[in-house]
């Protein structure tokens, strides 16, 4: 057994560090699909060889990803790979199938913006600050309040004063703001224990 393993590890020295052309050759050679070639001049992306070294794949495509970043989605059963060129992949992210730059830019709802400050999130397709402003309303429904305080919540499309006010639903179950001390809010609803 020992003698193998000094076999085997002596082969693997003068296989890939020696310096001949023959010893790199053995070392670089790589089956793309029944085809040998070598690492060095090709690279092989779903059984298919592409002239280029050391490139990665995305689905079929041969890219670089320092140059460039693999995005993928999910449409029903099948996921779709398309290579973005200009960012390196290791400071991009994707949104869908287009690359940006996490740093200044964000991904709402599918569409690329700038990022305005670092307390910036989405509210549906746009951006919001975290500070300055509430996002409010239903998901499929938001809008964009300049926020009154730091204790100012949402209620609806609305904010309210969360030291003075609640949020509560009324007897048609509509959102309401009352002040703290109103039958409705005094009412143990669900809606007043909303933030
Ligand atoms: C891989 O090889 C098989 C058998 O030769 C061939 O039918 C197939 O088309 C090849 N695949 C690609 C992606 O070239
Ligand atoms: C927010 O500020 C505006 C302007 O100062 C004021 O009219 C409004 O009542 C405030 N809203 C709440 C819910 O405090």
């Excluded at 309303?137 to 609640?166: A, E």
Aim: aromatic share 6%; with cysteine.
């Amino acid at each position: 057994m020992f003698v193998l393993w000094v076999l085997r590890f002596a082969w693997v020295i003068f296989a890939c560090g020696g310096t001949s052309a023959a010893s790199r050759n053995n070392c670089y050679r790589k089956d793309c699909n029944g085809t040998w070639y070598d690492i060095q001049e090709a690279t092989c992306c779903e059984n298919k060889l592409y002239p280029g070294a050391s490139l990665s794949c995305c689905g079929n495509e041969p890219y670089n990803p320092e140059t460039a970043t693999c995005c993928k989605v999910q449409h029903e059963h099948d996921i779709i790979a398309s290579v973005d060129q200009g960012l390196n992949e290791k400071v991009s992210k994707c949104c869908d199938l287009k690359a940006y730059n996490p740093v200044n830019e964000m991904c709402c709802q599918s569409t690329i913006t700038t990022k305005p400050g670092p307390m910036a999130e989405c509210c549906g397709k746009e951006v919001f600050d975290k500070d300055k402003q509430l996002c409010c309303g239903p998901t499929d429904n938001r809008i964009i309040l300049v926020r009154n305080s730091s204790h100012h919540r949402c209620c609806g499309h609305n904010q309210y004063d969360t030291k003075t006010q609640c949020c509560c639903t009324n007897k048609e179950n509509i959102l309401e703001i009352q002040p703290k001390d109103s039958d409705c809010c005094m009412e143990d609803s669900p809606a007043g224990k909303l933030t």
